[in-house]
């Protein structure tokens, strides 16, 4: 363990003399905290709950879905899992956990003390938790618990005229605007922090084009949620509008158009999945070189793709609406600009690839996740660029081959990434190591389970199973698929339990990490593990893009080549 380089001033009153806070003065200290590192942890700790939570409501489902005409749960409850589901896994886990990785490393990887506004860090931070438990309050808030509660109840992208008032009675609906739209100001105030933090708080000799590619990639995302959390908050003040004064935005009865919902939902929806995985993507950027013993290869192309990805993917939200009938232009126009998308990934792909041919791997559990990230991010895009042949798509549409796609996505590779920078960053955050060996057990059954839930899902799919039913029947041959589906979430579901484990048992009886176990190359590997409050007693001049292969190789370093 390379435990060499810490900056000068890093030393402070040894812990061991401190005298050992009460803890009320403890949960004070985090409820009033502005420190980036502390928000960051709160981010990451309330998502994983919630993953939890989401985890739980999947395999409720997939229960149902094990025998065709099963009687498990009722069909009311079934359609409030799933909307509860995809809503809380996108905006209360893939969000939240993914700004909290942001909060905690942007600052100390372009070494500044914290961000551009701690108050705002706040704030944001916690109007996003309180919308993740307003939404959960929605089952205590209404009728009960079981059968008609007002959980909502209408699909995480609530299509009108399924919210208007004559279809939604109660107030399921408004949980749901309510908190996506409370979550969506925490969003936005998060990446103002972020745009702001980067743009004028980096230290000396960290020109934009040496800073590491994961303070790009949150770059390039907070910029991406200023346009396109906009329209869906829009929407959602429309929609509550219709529901209450009585306009008519959404009411094709009266003028309106429940289309038009669709467009500033997907205007928001597909953009959201480039805000979910551009920061996944950067985990990879950070972990292949390490576990490679090599820098990125292309390091301008990856910037390059990745302000790409985040222009198209700004213009290709109608394949979400090829069954719409939108017109043969706009689909054959929204045909190409998805298809197009595939250049910028398929140059990330390819420069992932590169970095690791030749080079020396170390098959620890942070790299091996990104092994597996890489394997399966690929076929994700591919039944993506199948999905965008409209008239392939006018088959598949809101079929089972749509909810294995997006699983392969927001599970193949956005999850299995956060699982990757769980590992890598880890030592860093806590001064201890992971385990090795649960992380392998994490990652073995995490990927065969995986690979059993959502691989054969797209056969249904093919066979035309659409999503969102709660039961089928027997004569349709889909009930061999769904049973190997259900196991493999089971299996799923122990993989993570495996690793919430090796999370909290890491913690007391974890290897000491040092300040750098995984000898790398980026500043936060410079600060002790944990890093000081401060982060930097001295703000640090850098001038390569791996300052600390700068300080560890004096003989060769990266500035003369740069
Ligand atoms: C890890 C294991 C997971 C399993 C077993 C699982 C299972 C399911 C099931 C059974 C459905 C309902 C399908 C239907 O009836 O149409 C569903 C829907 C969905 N899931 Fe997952 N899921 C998992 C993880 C995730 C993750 C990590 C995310 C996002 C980050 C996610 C996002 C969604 C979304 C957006 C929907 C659509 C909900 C809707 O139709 O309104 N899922 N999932
Ligand atoms: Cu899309």
């Known amino acids: 363990m390379a435990d060499s380089i810490s900056l000068p001033g890093a030393i402070g009153i040894p812990e061991k003399h401190k005298p050992r806070p009460l803890a009320l003065d403890v949960v004070y200290d985090w409820v009033t905290t502005v420190d980036h590192k502390k928000i960051g942890l709160m981010y990451i700790s309330v998502s994983l709950f919630f993953l939890l939570v989401a985890g739980v409501e999947a395999l409720l489902m997939r229960a149902q879905l094990f025998y065709p005409n099963f009687k498990f749960l009722p069909p009311q409850f079934f359609n409030e899992l799933f909307t509860l589901h995809g809503t809380t896994m996108v905006f209360f886990v893939g969000m939240p956990i993914l700004f909290g990785f942001g909060n905690y490393l942007v600052p100390l990887m372009i070494g500044a003390r914290d961000m551009a506004f701690p108050r705002l860090n706040a704030f944001s931070f916690w109007i996003s938790a309180f919308g993740a438990l307003l939404m959960y309050y929605s089952f205590i808030g209404g009728s009960g618990l079981y059968g008609a509660g007002s959980a909502p109840d209408v699909g995480w992208f609530a299509y009108a005229p399924l919210t208007s008032i004559a279809f939604s009675r109660g107030h399921s609906t408004d949980y749901w605007t309510l908190s996506v739209f409370l979550s969506g100001i925490g969003t936005i105030g998060t990446s103002l922090n972020i745009v702001t933090t ?303 484990y090796n999370l909290v048992r890491s913690y007391f009886k974890g290897y000491p990490a040092g300040n750098d176990p995984w000898d790398a190359w980026t500043l936060e590997w410079a600060t002790a593990s944990p890093p000081p409050h401060y982060n930097f007693a001295e703000i640090p001049e850098v001038m390569s893009r791996r300052p600390l292969w700068d300080i560890k190789h004096p003989e060769d370093p990266d500035w003369r080549y740069e």
């Open 198 to 500: 980067v743009i004028s708080m980096r230290c000396p000799g960290m020109k934009l084009t040496k800073m590491p590619l994961l303070v790009w990639l949150y770059f390039v995302t907070s910029a991406m949620v200023f346009i396109a959390v906009g329209p869906l908050t829009a929407a959602q003040i429309m929609l509550t509008l219709d529901r209450y004064v009585g306009s008519h935005f959404f009411d094709t009865q009266a003028g309106g158009s429940a289309v038009v919902w669709m467009h500033f939902f997907w205007i928001f929806g597909h953009p959201e999945v480039y805000i979910l995985v551009l920061p996944a993507f950067g985990f990879a950027n950070e972990i292949i070189p390490v576990f490679s013993r090599k820098a990125i290869f292309g390091y301008p192309a990856m910037v390059a793709a990745t302000v790409g990805i985040g222009f198209v993917s700004m213009g290709v939200w109608a394949h979400h609406m090829f069954t719409v009938g939108l017109g043969a232009g706009s689909n054959a126009f929204f045909v190409l600009s998805t298809m197009v998308v595939a250049i910028p990934t398929g140059i990330k792909i390819f420069n992932w690839l590169a970095t690791i041919w030749g080079g020396k791997i170390r098959f620890a559990t942070p790299m091996l996740f990104c092994i597996a990230f890489l394997f399966q991010f690929l076929i994700a895009g591919l039944t993506g660029i199948m999905l965008s042949v409209a008239p392939l798509d006018w088959q598949l549409n809101n079929s089972y081959f749509v909810v294995a796609h997006f699983h392969y996505v927001l599970v193949g590779a956005i999850l299995v990434n956060i699982f990757a920078a769980f590992y890598y960053w880890y030592p860093k955050v806590t001064g201890r190591m992971m385990s090795e060996t649960l992380g392998k057990w994490h990652f073995w059954l995490f990927i065969i389970g995986f690979h059993l839930t959502f691989d054969f899902m797209h056969i249904p799919g093919f066979e035309g199973m659409p999503r969102r039913i709660y039961t089928y029947d027997p004569g349709h041959g889909w009930t061999i698929w769904n049973q190997i589906a259900t196991i493999g979430a089971f299996i799923q579901a122990i993989a993570v339990l495996i690793f919430v």
